[in-house]
């Protein structure tokens, strides 16, 4: 192209995407189930390197550096440090995504990227010879993983068409929930090496990663977007805005209270536990590990159930209405166990709540993104609504608690009972979606 012509291209590319005409149209056909089957693999992978270390790899590793007393607090100011990291770096590393150029596809060079970079960062905590190496580590990883996890999101709203989205969205959500399982059974069997314990998890994570980004038909961006540079698009690259992009900033004001009522009583669920049922911590322990069980197992089965009849139904709104409802029961369960039995049937209760949301979120913030070329950024925006809660749950439950006399576990659940219900209520005045 000769010089001449260069600015005319720019100008017609220009004028393509101010008539909304995306540089790279939306997925019309079904995906297939190989591209699918290493997209939920890679999301497992992702997560089980991030959970392994928040379950028992940065704790077990603070316990080898300083005393007991200052263990607590070390982990809660290194792990607030990792999720302001993975708050910030989502949507800038979606920014980046989205205006990737080059054979590779947009989102192919960052999962590779993010999955053996967060590798390299679990290495330094292992070896760490202080606390402060491990923080270093650690915002490391977090930052560097949600250059992954930022790519493979946008990657359900490149390849899924309408059709596939409840399904796919409800088994990858199972996916994070089985990485949890996973990360405890890891905990379990190499405790014993630290070292080994984070790094056996991250190198799956990797290889499921590096193997979604072989199969990913990832299409090649013709041109970078258009950007009108400066200060501007570094402040939009944190922004949608609500009142151009009502539908959005609904969505994700719903998943923000619905996240940060379900992190409400998890943060605190083996104080709780201990609290309510007047047991040691081991004991304590195990009776949630039982319960997590249940939590989980009830989340796959109605994660699974409500994504096929999401797409079945083309509906979104009333599973989200849904869930939410079924969380307070939950909560109200909780409320009313007096014993382990009424502990485990509440779990299964939530599980419900939360599998039917978790398979329906994603899938409905793809349905009303603002616009497709930049879709990686904006649904980083949309998980600032997953990992804000995560830092203001445990503040929020720790002030509840402590009203009165303190130990006011009942008040803090009837809270997030109430949190819940008007996260759901924020959907019903959706319009982009049914």
């Known amino acids: 192209m000769s010089n001449a012509e260069r600015p005319i291209a720019g100008t017609v590319a220009r004028a393509a995407e101010m008539a909304d005409a995306p540089l790279i149209p939306a997925p019309t056909q079904r995906a297939t189930w190989k591209v699918i089957s290493a997209m939920i693999a890679a999301r497992l992978g992702i997560m089980l390197t991030l959970l392994t270390p928040l379950t028992a790899g940065l704790a077990l590793k603070l316990q080898e550096l300083m005393p007991p007393d200052q263990v607590v607090g070390t982990l809660g100011i ?153 200060l501007r698009t570094i402040l939009m690259t944190f922004w949608v805005n609500p009142l151009r992009h009502p539908d959005f900033a609904l969505t994700w004001a719903s998943r923000f209270l619905l996240v940060l009522a379900n992190f409400m009583f998890v943060t605190f669920r083996l104080l709780w536990i201990q609290h309510e049922f007047g047991l040691d911590a081991p004991t304590a322990a195990g009776i949630m590990a039982t319960g997590v069980l249940c939590y989980t197992i009830s989340l796959v089965v109605a994660g699974q159930l409500a994504g096929w009849l999401s797409d079945k139904t083309k509906r979104r709104k009333p599973f989200i209405v849904a869930s939410a409802l079924i969380f307070a029961a939950g909560t109200y369960l909780l409320v009313h166990a007096s014993e382990p039995t009424a502990f485990f049937w509440a779990e299964v209760v939530l599980g419900i709540g939360f599998g039917i949301y978790v398979a329906v979120d994603l899938a409905l913030v793809i349905d009303v993104l603002p616009n497709p070329d930049n879709a990686a950024k904006d649904l980083g ?51 982009g979606s049914k």
């Not at 390849?159 to 399904?167: E, I, S, V, W, Y």
């Not at 600032?384 to 439950?397: D, K, R, T």
């Open 78 to 230: 290194i792990t607030s440090i990792g999720a302001l990291a993975a708050l910030l770096f989502d949507p800038i590393f979606g920014r980046l995504s989205d205006r990737t150029t080059g054979r590779w596809g947009r989102r192919r060079p960052w999962l590779v990227i993010g999955s053996v970079g967060v590798v390299l960062a679990l290495v330094i905590i292992g070896v760490a010879p202080n606390a402060f190496v491990v923080g270093v580590g650690w915002v490391l990883a977090q930052t560097l993983a949600n250059a992954a996890v930022s790519a493979h999101t946008a990657t359900i709203a490149d390849q899924l068409p309408p059709m596939q989205r409840g399904k796919v969205s409800g088994a990858i959500g199972v996916a994070q929930q089985a990485a949890t399982l996973g990360a405890a059974y890891a905990a379990q069997f190499l405790s014993s090496n630290i070292l080994l314990l984070l790094l056996i998890p991250g190198i799956i994570g990797a290889a499921l990663t590096v193997l979604y980004a072989v199969v990913l038909p990832d299409k090649e961006l013709p041109h970078r977007p258009y950007s009108e540079g400066g």
């Open 381 to 431: 925006v949309f998980n600032i609504a997953m990992a804000g809660p995560q830092v203001l749950a445990p503040a929020v439950s720790a002030f509840l608690i402590g009203i009165g006399a303190g130990q006011n576990y009942d008040l803090m659940l009837i809270i997030a009972a109430i949190v819940a219900v008007v996260g759901a209520a924020l959907i019903l005045p959706v319009k």
